[in-house]
């Protein structure tokens, strides 16, 4: 039994993190537990989140986006733009949908066709995006942006719109994880590409695929960005990209591939979440709030991998890194 | 055997969850012998080499060099008493040169910290003039064989004046003539007092080189006797716990069309000028020797590599295999030599893998059926015996035998009319090799046609209705069921190209 209970462990040890801070920040501040204050997190870790779940998707099958920051501040803006000379919420939220896409194919095709490896590949198109984003405004933000501020700040039967989002995404990102030939192919590319590919998988076919999903995902952080600043803002979300690989990773999506799931990640956001909450709540100085996040990482991801070598004990040597 | 003990186990214990991996196990290795162990995989070989080279600690028992018992804690430790290990499956940087790869964690310094080259280079050259091995010190790794490797890590293991060696399955990626080398260095490190311990499947080796034979089963000691006093086939039902009654399941079958064939398939260098028929129910084997470009020619066939020019027919129709994906529609598949490489996804678990190459068969409704994955994965692995904790269990957990079998089920499931196995038997156990010959042969009875790539004569012999022989990238003969010799073989398998056409 001892072996049923260790896998119990390791399968779910990223949500009894969770559990345990929840009632630890509980305990510390009786103002964390209120409907105000949890609709706050949920709000506030939305666009970061909704991000990480294409990070999920790309370090599944050995990938990353280390351009996702850029592309949503260019996505954003240029959809705020549209809206700001066309009136149409519909379109602008398209042009922000086409924009994120466009971008990721272009990381696709760098990485499947010229075999670029994902970190240069995204890294490039980082800058770019940057560039491109401040060289359309001219590096000026732009506001008066009038109903798009719905996207980001309107609720629907009380529910803060980003949080409406991020349930979306999170629920086809489980799905198609866990039910589509896509998914399964995802973890299996991850998991050894060559033995993917010698099984039919069309390898170049599916990272492209998961590029265009990440794309999507990039252009509706970008609607929810720009909407929640109430503005058209070039050098917004800088960093976001590390926050949304943090959220995947401490959810226990493995950087060597072919493991993680979506709701881990969004576990790990909340747990990212909660301690930012917390900590202000609590008083602590925000550059050492700072500290304690880069810290929280290192700690969850070594917890991941005790708890799942814990698991694998006695069989280290089959499961040795290629 | 008058030589004294230098190495002793005894009553070794050792547990991981849920297995019992040694039960108390003991047995002795003489000063300047060469000790073969035999067993099945997961009979506890390289679990007790494991507690002896000190990345395992026993649960009880004892570890005994020279009579005194030692506590051996990491290979390092290890190392220090004399023990060196070569590992079946060689971990070596390829951008490391030869000398680097030999002082690597233990490098001599100089006066600041720093390393001392022109010492490591001196070293070096005495080390390899030493045992008379023709490499540039400079040389790096990657642009030597997997024999050459082998050497330098028997070579590291000397450096450090090591007197108890353990080699597990040493000649597992190497050729016939590179055994031989192999062999040669084996006997002068006996002459020098040095004991080995040589794990293999291969029993023509093992009689080759063992003084003496231990037979492991279920993680306990079955026997220990001198090689004169022991038998192939005592050892092999010692493994397996029973007699095997035949060493292979073949049977002669009525034979139908033609459904594949081959015709001057060329590659830009690899092979030339490839032709060959398989007929459905038949086993065809392919021999030849390492580099022979067999597995090339399989490749490009399948659609993992691109050929030059040439026609694949298949049931009568011309086809252009684009990628692999093709050659499944078309009911080919391909079980790859390397199965690590190739055949298994290691953090997936047994469904995933198995249902990999299938998964349109289990949409309904846009979305995966489950219950229909599961049923049919279960099925399968019921049929080819595949021995998992439950379809949950990853496969990095699985013995080899049961990768191979559960890259066998993946393909099984795609339902073939061809199946290429490429070196199907690398690595597993007597029992499992077994088992895969039967499922070749009732595969045959349903009138599928396979292609058997082996390096193992004997198991060509045993298993195919023709073999094809290949040599330097091209087919120097073909023999039919009568003609199979060994010697025949090995003459056509040596032939050089220029003969080719007299030949045939």
């Known amino acids: ?322 | 055997m008058s030589q004294s003990v230098k190495l002793r186990v005894s009553n070794i214990e050792k547990s991981f969850p849920g297995v019992k991996a040694l039960d108390n196990v003991s047995f002795a290795v003489r000063k300047g012998t060469v000790h073969a162990i035999c067993g099945e995989n997961g009979a506890g070989k390289s679990t007790l080499m494991k507690i002896i080279n000190g990345i395992y600690k026993q649960d009880a028992g004892q570890i005994l060099i020279d009579e005194k018992v030692v506590e051996i804690n990491s290979p390092i430790e290890a190392r220090q008493l004399g023990i060196a290990m070569i590992f079946q499956e060689l971990n070596y940087i390829p951008e490391m040169t030869i000398e680097e790869s030999l002082f690597v964690g233990n490098w001599p310094t100089g006066k600041y910290g720093n390393i001392d080259w022109p010492e490591i280079r001196k070293r070096t050259l005495k080390l390899l003039e030493e045992e008379n091995l023709d490499y540039s010190p400079g040389t790096k790794l990657k642009n030597l064989t997997v024999s050459d490797i082998q050497m330098l890590e028997i070579l590291k293991a000397i450096s450090y004046n090591s007197d108890i060696i353990i080699m597990d399955e040493p000649t597992s990626a190497i050729t016939q003539h590179e055994i031989q080398i192999l062999f040669n260095k084996i006997n002068e490190l006996r002459e020098r007092g040095t004991c080995i311990i040589y794990i293999s499947h291969k029993m023509d080796e093992i009689f080759q080189i063992a003084d003496e034979i231990t037979v492991f089963r279920d993680g306990s000691v079955v026997d220990s006797r001198l090689k004169e006093d022991y038998d192939m086939e005592t050892i092999i039902s010692q493994m397996v716990g029973r007699k095997l009654d035949n060493n292979y399941p073949k049977e002669e079958i009525e034979l139908g069309e033609v459904i594949l064939e081959v015709n001057g398939l060329t590659d830009k260098e690899k092979f030339e000028d490839i032709s060959f028929y398989v007929r459905e129910g038949e086993i065809v084997g392919f021999a030849g020797l390492m580099g022979a470009g067999r597995t090339e020619v399989m490749r490009s066939l399948f659609g993992l590599d691109e050929y030059k020019s040439g026609k694949i027919i298949i049931k009568g129709e011309e086809v252009d295999i684009k990628n692999v994906r093709t050659s499944i529609d078309k009911k080919m598949v391909m079980l790859s030599e390397d199965r690590r490489r190739y055949g298994i996804i290691p953090v997936r678990n047994v469904k995933e893998n198995v249902s990999l190459s299938s998964l349109k068969k289990f949409i309904s409704g846009g979305r995966l059926n489950f219950k229909k994955e599961v049923e049919t994965v279960t099925d399968i692995c019921e049929r080819m015996n595949v021995q998992a904790p439950s379809l949950e269990t990853l496969v990095e957990t699985l013995s080899g035998g049961n990768q191979q079998k559960v890259v066998l089920a993946k393909w099984m499931i795609t339902d073939p009319d061809i199946l290429i196995l490429d070196e199907p038997t690398r690595g597993i156990d007597v029992g499992a090799k077994y088992e895969i010959y039967k499922l070749m042969m009732e595969l045959a009875k349903e009138k599928k046609a396979i292609i058997m790539v082996s390096s193992e004569l004997p198991e060509l012999i045993g298993m195919c209705d023709r073999i094809y022989v290949m040599a330097k990238g091209s087919i120097t003969g073909m023999l039919n069921r009568d003609e199979f010799t060994q010697e025949n073989i090995m003459t056509y398998a040596t032939a050089a190209k220029k003969e080719r056409e007299l030949i045939i």
């Open chain 1, 1 to 322: 039994m001892g072996k049923t209970r260790s896998s119990f462990i390791s399968k779910y040890s990223i949500y009894l993190v969770l559990v345990a801070l929840f009632l630890v920040s509980w305990i510390a501040n009786e103002n964390f537990v209120t409907a105000e204050n949890l609709r706050n997190i949920s709000t506030q870790i939305a666009v970061g989140t909704i991000l990480a779940f294409g990070q999920t998707i790309l370090i599944i099958s050995g990938m990353l986006d280390l351009s996702s920051g850029s592309v949503l501040a260019l996505a954003g803006v240029l959809s705020v733009s549209t809206y700001v000379s066309t009136g149409s919420l519909l379109f602008s939220f398209i042009v922000a949908i086409v924009i994120g896409v466009i971008c990721n194919i272009i990381n696709g095709i760098v990485i499947t066709k010229f075999k670029v490896p994902p970190f240069i590949a995204t890294l490039s198109m980082q800058t770019m995006a940057r560039g491109a984003a401040l060289l359309y405004t001219k590096g000026q933000n732009i506001y008066q942006i009038g109903d798009y501020i719905i996207f980001g700040q309107g609720r629907i039967l009380g529910v803060p719109t980003p949080v409406i989002f991020l349930i979306i995404t999170l629920i086809v990102t489980w799905y198609l994880l866990k039910y589509t030939v896509f998914g399964r192919s995802i973890y299996a590319i991850g998991g050894n590409e060559e033995a993917a590919n010698a099984s039919g998988i069309n390898v170049d076919k599916i990272k492209m695929k998961a590029f265009i999903i990440n794309g999507i995902l990039v252009g509706i952080s970008g609607v929810l960005f720009m909407s929640r600043v109430n503005g058209g803002m070039p050098n917004g979300a800088i960093g976001y990209e590390s926050k949304a690989l943090a959220s995947a990773v401490i959810g226990g999506t493995s950087f060597t591939g072919g493991v993680g799931t979506a709701f881990g990640t969004l576990a790990g956001a909340f747990i990212v979440g909660f301690l930012d909450n917390i900590m202000v709540m609590v008083g602590v100085d925000s550059y050492l709030q700072q500290v304690v996040r880069g810290a929280i990482i290192a700690l969850a991801v070594s917890y991941d991998i005790w708890a799942k070598s814990r698991e694998t004990k006695g069989k280290i040597s089959s499961a040795e890194p290629k």
